[in-house]
Every structure is written in C-alpha cells, then in structure tokens.
C-alpha cells in the first residue's frame, strides 16, 4: 500500500509568481483534502476534493485553486504569491469526504522571497 | 465543531506513561474526540478517536469522562520517538471536509 506522497519537497519562489504543488492520494482513497501550515501554528484547512470537485472551502481568497484527477491525485495553485504565503502545505487523503481518519503527505515547503 | 483546549506543553521520561489532556466542555452528543500528533517535520498521523466509550488501538489508549467533556489520549511507555505535537480535534462523526487544529501539546520525551 502506497502512502500519501507530495512534491516538490521545498520550493523557492518570489513574490507575485504562481506555484503548483502535488499530491497522490494513499491506495483506495477518493478524497483529498489540502491544509496551510504556518511556523508555530497548527494546520488550516483549504479544501477538499472528492470526484474532482470542491467538496468544501476554508478561509482562503480565489488565488488558491486547486484540481483532482480521475486517479484522485490532485494539484494545489497559488497565484500572485504573496510573503505570508510561506509556509508548509499538506496534502491529506481519505477514503471518503465523511471520513475524518485522514492520512496525510510530508508536505512541500514553500519560501516566498 | 466544539472547541478544545491542550495545556501548550507537556514532558515525560522515557518508559514512563504519557497523558496528555484535552477540555471539550461545549462538546455535543454526536460529535468525536480524534487525536492526531505531528512529529517534527512530517505531516500530521491520525492516532485514535472515540465517542463515548474508552479506546485502545496499538499506539494509544483513549479516556473520554462520563460527561464527555474532558479526555485523556494515554501513550503507556512513551519513547523519544513519541516527542510531537499532539492535536486533540472534536468532530461530528463523517460531517466531511475540515479537521480544525488548534495549536496543540508539545510532548518532550527525555532519557
């Protein structure tokens, strides 16, 4: 069974650029759901997807888009990149969007300068 | 979802058993205590949940008082490897979508 795998690791970038970031969800799971993770702080919540569409939203503005795949993968995109934007972000699969036993990926850091 | 409160930080020697408490005084009828721990680095590891009646899984034991509002996530011979952040979260069973982190209890285990 394959766990829940995230890249880049790390990723530098400046301000007013676009970044991806990618998932693939554990075998067997269909939802994905992504989390912002600022230093000292615990995970917030951005969305989630389930059968490649939004299945729900946390407090974050429209640059922060986001895409599932038939193979339930999925893509995180931020636009206009902003300082507070650095931070870690995971990715976290689940074998249905009511399941709250979530198995989440290492995360990639990223950095904007 | 109710709100949960962790003391910020907590140590335990090594061998010794680890509790770590959480408050959930507003917690209604059909919500669930999970615990999730985030070791330095990693992403989040779900570890156990209940709803009412006590629990034990290979990692931990789960104590959910009668009134259910309070819990204990119970790590019976902690090791260095059991030094995280430990998150407790209420949450109504298969409501969906988020889990809400607060900032957690900081485990320091030490030889």
């Known amino acids: 069974e394959t766990g829940v795998t995230q890249s880049p690791t790390h990723l530098i970038k400046t301000r007013g650029q676009q970044v991806t970031l990618r998932c693939s969800s554990q075998s067997g799971h269909n939802t994905v759901s992504w989390y912002q993770q600022a230093l000292g702080q615990g995970p917030q919540f951005i969305f989630q997807?389930?059968?490649?569409?939004?299945?729900g939203r946390g407090n974050f503005p429209p640059r922060f888009s986001g895409l599932q795949f038939p193979n339930y993968s999925s893509e995180l995109n931020v636009n206009a990149l902003e300082l507070d934007d650095s931070a870690l972000y995971l990715c976290?699969?689940?074998?249905?969007?009511?399941?709250?036993?979530?198995?989440f990926g290492p995360g990639t850091r990223l950095t904007v300068l | 979802d109710a709100k949960t409160t962790q003391p910020p930080s907590m140590d335990c020697a090594e061998g010794r058993a680890a509790n770590l408490p959480c408050n959930h005084s507003?917690?209604?009828?059909?919500?669930?205590v999970y615990w999730y721990r985030q070791i330095h680095s990693q992403g989040p590891q779900y570890i156990i949940h209940?709803?009412?009646n006590n629990e034990t899984n290979e990692m931990a034991s789960l104590i959910i008082t009668e009134d259910r509002k309070s819990s204990t996530l119970i790590l019976p011979h902690a090791t260095l490897r059991d030094t995280a952040v430990y998150y407790c979260?209420?949450?109504?069973?298969?409501?969906?979508?988020?889990?809400?982190f607060g900032k957690g209890t900081t485990l320091s285990v030490s030889s």
């Open positions: 997807y389930y059968r490649e569409e939004e299945n």
């Open positions: 507003t917690i209604s009828g059909n919500e669930y």
């Open positions: 209940g709803l009412k």
């Open positions: 979260i209420v949450r109504v069973g298969q409501a969906g979508t988020a889990l809400i």
């Open positions: 976290a699969s689940s074998s249905g969007p009511g399941n709250n036993e979530q198995f």
